[in-house]
């Protein structure tokens, strides 16, 4: 079955950097588009970025364009989101999701503060 790991999150100093991670299996992943997403407390879920299945395409919400950057290792199985310059309002549930499959996995938790 569909699984997603999501690995990388922690608390982080605004203006600082990580890099979040999504281990897939169980299905097809170099032929599937993968997104990210996250949800603050209180707030609705909200699509973060997202890229084609060869990694030739990426998208990105306009609060984090020119901060965050998407990326996947297709021999890895492996979904990156590297995310710099950090700001509080960043601080939310990162979740990894493949577009053809309704799947969640656990989340990482990122937390932006001073």
């Known amino acids: 079955q569909v699984q997603l790991v999501e690995s990388g999150g922690g608390l982080v100093q605004p203006g600082g950097s990580l890099r979040l991670s999504c281990a897939a299996s169980?299905?097809?992943?170099?032929?599937?588009?993968m997104r990210w997403y996250r949800q603050a407390p209180g707030k609705e879920r909200e699509l973060v970025a997202s890229?084609?299945?060869?990694?030739?395409?990426?998208n990105y919400a306009d609060s984090v364009k020119g901060r965050f950057t998407i990326s996947r290792d297709n021999a890895k199985n492996t979904l990156y989101l590297q995310m710099n310059s950090l700001k509080p309002e960043d601080t939310a549930v990162y979740y990894c999701?493949?577009?053809?499959?309704?799947?969640w996995g656990q989340g990482t938790q990122v937390t932006v503060s001073s």
């Open positions: 169980g299905f097809t992943f170099s032929a599937s588009v």
């Open positions: 999701k493949c577009r053809s499959f309704d799947t």
């Open positions: 890229i084609s299945s060869a990694g030739s395409t990426t």
